[in-house]
Nanobody
């Protein structure tokens, strides 16, 4: 099995910063993309940022210039540095990884359990 363990959520004031981490563990052959999605109450889950196996990154327009995604391939870990946080960033943030558990398997998407980020004064 594969597990994605997230950490780093919490309560922060507007303008503050948080850093999310997500470590993938278990039977992993290779990881293609790792990323973060978020879901606010009453809204659909949306992509926040993603990083490929190289250095390619993709960001939602709403977080460009404020959030930075990075990846440590040796640790199978992805990070999301969130600066200049706004109340509208409040949501449950989910880690996502597209990976292969074995050379015989095709790529499959896995999700973390989610971590709450609340931006409020």
């Amino acid at each position: 099995q594969v597990q994605l363990a997230e950490s780093g959520g919490g309560l922060v004031q507007p303008g503050g910063s948080l850093r999310l981490s997500c470590a993938a563990s278990g039977r992993i052959f290779s990881i293609y993309t790792m990323g973060w999605y978020r879901q606010a109450p009453g809204k659909q889950r949306e992509l926040v940022a993603a990083v490929g196996s190289g250095t390619s990154t993709n960001y939602a327009e709403s977080v460009k210039g404020r959030f930075t995604i990075s990846r440590d391939n040796a640790k199978n870990t992805v990070y999301l540095q969130m600066n200049s946080l706004k109340p509208e960033d409040t949501a449950v943030y989910y880690c996502n990884a597209v990976l292969r558990r074995d050379s015989a398997y095709g790529p499959t998407a896995y999700w973390g359990q989610g971590t709450q980020v609340t931006v409020s004064s």
